[in-house]
């Protein structure tokens, strides 16, 4: 049961990776590196948070 | 931290992630209407002459059935079967004496009549895509073209309009132009964080105003060498002759001073002081540039330019609307939030600077 519907939905990634002429593929590349982007900031603005509180003057 | 206060203090952060990302997404999946990229030949001659036109994501189910050239109130149609293949749409012509000698050598806009399979019609169209030389005039005086009711009664699913010579790139909408509403709108913050310095005399202020500053002309840059980008592939030149460039390049030019002063001077109140005034002073000095003077000036390539209010029904239909406004408030918020991070690593920097002092 399980395989079955992870490889379907592998497929389905799959198909719609390389449909528009593999156009998505290019679009989910950008959409991943801004999502790579977000996550970083999130993690730099907690970073500074956490020196903020350290040294609260 | 009490969980009221981190939702208030982070909540636009986290709306500016998800509006870049939806905006994103919808402005690179959202398929382009139909259109026509290009005809060839550009010059029509002889007598008969064939005309391909290339044609773009064209649905399967709808047809080429009429060809059409039209200049003001002269029209032809093509004579003939349609040849469809792999997106090229090709007829012939056989233009004649019919319509007077002004019908020859001048432009024509070519028409692309598409038909589904339940009748319903729907044309795409080049404008001034194709000449017309004389050498095409059979000499026929009897008129070809038979009275037609050019209906348009099917519409095409939801999609971003297809233009002619912006095609697919009109998506850069979403992405190359956030980028300058981001800049105007972090200078317009600086201005406010620079009063808030002078009324006040919180050294905090100012470095709010510097930070924002500098994320603008970020997001400046980022918007020349993406305009460039845009510019080469529809205008032809990466940097072509237009009002609004110049202005840009001259308003950067007068930021990256601002960087200039600032550096130079060590003691902070002073440093503050000048700096505020200068970005006060800038301000409305590169909302002349980049605004005001291209407004002025006749001969501008930007949308919204050259006498116009601002964006003409033309320039910006409703699906455009939907993720170009959305886009721009989420890349505000998202550069906002870079400045605001680099505002808080330079309060740091300056306190651990006065420790050591």
Partial sequence: MMPNLLQSLSEAAVGFLVSEAKFNATATVLVLIFLGIALYLIRLDRKISAIEKEDPS | ?357
């Fill in chain 2, 1 to 357: 931290m009490k969980i009221n206060t981190f939702i208030r203090k982070q909540a636009w952060k986290a709306l500016g992630l998800i509006l870049v990302l939806t905006t994103l997404t919808a402005g690179l999946f959202i398929p382009l209407k139909p259109g026509i990229l290009d005809v060839a030949p550009q010059k029509l001659s002889g007598t008969n002459p064939q005309l391909k036109a290339y044609v773009y994501n064209v649905p399967e189910a709808w047809q080429a059935r009429q060809l059409l050239l039209q200049s003001g109130p002269i029209q032809w149609l093509n004579q003939g079967e349609i040849q469809s293949e792999n997106g090229q749409v090709s007829a012939s012509f056989a233009p004649n004496a019919s319509q007077g000698n002004n019908a020859f050598n001048r432009l024509y806009t070519v028409f692309i009549r598409l038909e589904n399979d339940q009748a319903q019609s729907n044309w795409i169209s080049l404008p001034d895509a194709v000449w017309l030389d004389s050498s095409c005039n059979n000499g026929d005086t009897t008129a070809q073209l038979a009275a037609n009711s050019y209906n348009q009664d099917g519409d095409w699913t939801t999609g971003f309009p297809h233009r002619p010579i912006l095609n697919e790139s009109i998506r850069n909408q979403f992405f190359h132009v956030p980028m300058w509403f981001a800049m105007m709108f972090l200078l317009l913050f600086s201005v406010i964080y620079a009063i808030r310095y002078l009324s006040k005399g919180r050294l905090d202020d100012d470095l709010r105003a510097d930070a924002l500053i500098r994320v603008a002309l970020l997001a400046g840059i980022i918007g020349c060498v993406t305009g460039s980008a845009w510019a080469r592939a529809t205008w032809g030149s990466w940097w072509p002759r237009d009002p609004k460039l110049n202005g840009v390049a001259l308003g950067m030019i007068m930021y990256f001073a601002y960087l200039l002063l600032r550096s130079t001077l060590k003691d902070p109140m002073q440093r503050a002081r000048l700096s505020s005034v200068y970005g006060i002073f800038v301000f409305p000095l590169f909302i002349a540039l980049i605004w005001i003077m291209p407004k002025l000036s006749s001969n501008t390539l930007h949308p919204g330019s050259g006498g116009t209010v601002g964006f003409k029904k033309y320039d910006l239909d409703d699906t455009l609307k939907l993720v170009f406004y959305p886009a721009v408030i989420g890349w505000i918020l998202v550069y906002t939030w870079i400045a605001q991070l680099l505002y808080r690593i330079n309060r740091i920097a300056q306190k651990s600077e006065n420790h050591d002092a």
